[in-house]
């Protein structure tokens, strides 16, 4: 008697050929992934820091969530992170909607069609999230898309003599306004980067599961690098930064409807591109919470 032998198709890798990314082939997202596919997507995530799950259109929004906790515990989604709709009442409480799509002139999840600056996902907290999964739904034709950029190749291009000066140095995140620059609610709008309310880093940090070391930036507004002197923090965060976001040390994701994209937060910085608010665009993301920052 004959048995059926089930075949476990072992998750292909295309390196972007850029400072960092990684296409990730023969995995629907649907399915359940045996542990042999969930350790080759963990190590190709440590390798490449961004992965891309193409034709994914078929996803639904409780298997995004399931593929998401292979990774780690997942965050719930902020209370305010937009007016939903009737037909998202019912979401998983680790999916949050990020769009410009406006139901009854309300929006229907966060940050717009504006354009987002180069950030790390909310390093203004002790525990900054390990990283995110987010999912196309709709896109607009043009603009929108997310560049990455690797954090230990911004650390390890730094002159010998700068990786001295900042290796002991910490830094304190401002909490008051998110990625797109709009103010939180329940803060006030600090001007003296002295003031600044956030959590304080390392500048430079050790990742959890690599042991590498990497730039930690966060948001360069109100960044303030504590003990200096606000002229040399200033001075020195803005040469970091403009190093940090080189060409060369970036990746350019030009998002298609079905597309699955997993940044690790603790090593990569990204920004967004602005669209015109006329377009329709719809994500859907999933945030793997972090530990403390070594």
């Not at 967004?272 to 920052?293: E, K, N």
Request: hydrophobic share 40%.
């Amino acid at each position: 008697m004959s048995s059926a032998i089930e075949v476990t198709h072992a998750p292909t890798v295309s390196p972007s050929g850029a400072a960092l990314g990684a296409d990730i082939g023969s995995i629907d997202l649907n399915e359940a992934l045996a542990p042999a596919q969930v350790d080759a997507i963990k190590a190709a995530w440590a390798d490449h820091l961004v992965l891309r799950f193409r034709n994914q259109k078929r996803l639904t929004l409780e298997n995004l969530v399931a593929f998401s906790r292979h990774f780690g515990t997942l965050d719930k989604r902020p209370t305010a992170s937009g007016k939903m709709s009737v037909e998202h009442d019912a979401l998983p409480p680790a999916i949050t909607v990020i769009s410009n799509v406006k139901v009854g002139g309300k929006p229907l999840g966060a940050l717009g069609d504006g354009e987002a600056v180069w950030h790390a996902d909310m390093t203004y907290n002790e525990r900054p999230p390990k990283g995110a999964c987010l999912y196309a739904v709709e896109v607009p034709p043009a603009g929108g898309d997310t560049h990455f950029s690797n954090m230990y190749r911004a650390y390890e291009t730094l002159d010998p003599t700068l990786q001295s000066r900042i290796r002991d140095l910490r830094c304190v995140h401002d909490a008051s306004r998110n990625s797109a620059g709009e103010l939180r609610l329940g803060f006030s709008d600090n001007t003296d980067p002295r003031q600044t309310v956030g959590a304080t880093h390392p500048l430079v940090s050790v990742h959890a599961v690599t042991g590498r070391a990497c730039l930690l930036l966060g948001r360069r507004r109100n960044a303030y690098i504590a003990g200096l002197d606000l002229e040399e923090s200033e001075a020195l965060l803005d040469q970091l930064w403009a190093h940090a976001t080189r060409p060369e040390l970036t990746w350019t994701q030009v998002w298609k409807v079905g597309d699955v994209m997993m940044w690790d937060n603790s090593c990569t910085m990204h920004r967004r591109d602005s669209f015109d608010p006329g377009a329709r665009r719809l994500m859907y993301r999933t945030q793997i919470a972090g530990d403390a920052v070594r």
